[in-house]
């Protein structure tokens, strides 16, 4: 490979909350720690990235700006080859500080609080908080396993609960955080007609559309049809994708006018949707030619340890079961079984994977009972070990 996704990176003394965070578990004597909880990345970032951010510091001057046309049109061209989006212009793009920020920018101008939100479970736990705090009703619609193990969406379910609750506001994930689902055309054409029947407006979490597994493609929720074009909220971003979250720097895509002036609206009267100069340049960095070649090469990289890790599960670890991630790159372990089979919780379960250095992360907040969360963006070898210590140790 060209770029660098072997290197085991110290990121101790950097202010990585993945390795340095206040409350993290200490292994036992005799183990290094392996990060394996928060969803960010164990990999330098692609160059072009930090070159860029260079740049642009070196000159010693950091006030108000304007943002770059460079910089919409870094965007609108990544979207057209990589999603095979048609008709994106600088107009439908605005800016965000964060993806939570523009779920509940977009929630508060259609709904008010108290109303009723469409949901799945398992949920992104950043959508439990962000949402409830914020004076909403959550209302859950559990994805389901189909005969191959597969999450599917529950229509008859959905819409049920709708008509129920009156619900005008479905937040979704796509890919679905923290199954790793990449939904196919026809499960989002079917949500659509959902949607339209209800006349329910959409807000997509499209963050992890870049990080697709095993050959897995990314539907744009809006590309699915005219419903979906004109009454979804999309919500994107390469902190991600290219391991920059520290950075802040989302935007959303709007095609509807009427709603892509409520949202901007809603934004720039709070005064906290700023743009950061160097995140604008982050950006433009990594939507260089490099960066699509660095994502393939990251894809690649994460396939195999996806395949590593689930194979591994399926052959050595009875009782755990995993649906296999077509996105993302957490995996979203199920361990119902072990821990009933072998009298123990969930809490000592996790107990004993950080004992041994392995850093993993309560499923129970994403509504999961007995699931443990398990980032798997670290070098290969260091997945290898993880699981190596944990059917030794821990399982």
Avoid at 191 to 208: H, P
Avoid at 221 to 250: C, D, M, W
Avoid at 329 to 357: P, S
């Amino acid at each position: 490979m060209k770029y660098d996704f072997t290197t085991i990176m110290d990121r101790h003394g950097k202010d990585a909350i993945a390795v340095d965070g206040s409350g993290l578990i200490p292994p036992k004597d005799g183990f290094d720690f392996i990060p394996m909880w928060v969803a960010d990345m164990n990999f330098p970032t692609v160059p072009t990235i930090p070159e860029a951010i260079i740049e642009r510091a070196r000159h010693p001057a950091y006030g108000y700006f304007e943002i770059r046309d460079e910089y919409f049109d870094s965007i609108i061209k990544w979207h057209e080859t990589r999603n095979e989006v048609k008709g994106l212009q600088k107009e439908h793009i605005g800016y965000e500080n964060g993806v939570l920020g523009g779920v509940i920018s977009a929630l508060t101008c259609h709904a008010s609080p108290g109303d009723a939100v469409l949901l799945h479970s398992p949920t992104y736990i950043g959508f439990t908080g962000s949402i409830t705090q914020n004076g909403y009703q959550i209302i859950l619609s559990e994805l389901k396993k189909d005969d191959q193990g597969i999450y599917r969406m529950d229509y008859e379910d959905m819409e049920a609960k709708i008509k129920a609750n009156q619900i005008h506001v479905a937040v979704m994930c796509s890919p679905h955080n923290p199954t790793g689902r990449v939904w196919e055309h026809w499960e989002l054409d079917e949500a659509m007609k959902i949607f339209e029947r209800n006349e329910v407006i959409v807000i997509s979490d499209e963050i992890w559309s870049d990080i697709l597994l095993n050959g897995h493609r990314h539907i744009p929720v809006q590309s699915v049809n005219e419903y979906a074009r004109e009454h979804t909220i999309a919500i994107y971003a390469p902190s991600k994708t290219f391991n920059l979250a520290g950075l802040i720097g989302s935007y959303h895509i709007i095609y509807n006018h009427a709603l892509r002036d409520r949202i901007k609206s809603k934004g720039a009267k709070t005064h906290y949707n700023s743009m950061n100069v160097l995140s604008m340049h982050a950006l433009i960095g990594a939507y260089r030619p490099e960066g699509y070649e660095w994502v393939d090469e990251l894809c690649e990289t994460l396939s195999q340890n996806i395949n590593f890790a689930c194979d591994f599960i399926d052959r050595h670890i009875n009782g755990v079961s995993v649906s296999k991630p077509e996105g993302t790159y957490m995996l979203y372990l199920d361990c119902t079984k072990w821990c009933a089979d072998h009298a123990k919780t969930l809490d000592a379960l996790l107990r004993a994977g950080w004992d041994v250095g392995v850093g993993w992360q309560d499923g129970r907040p994403f509504h999961g009972q007995y699931h443990i969360r398990m980032n798997l963006a670290v070098p290969y070898t260091k997945v290898k070990e993880a699981f190596d210590r944990l059917v030794q140790h821990v399982f």
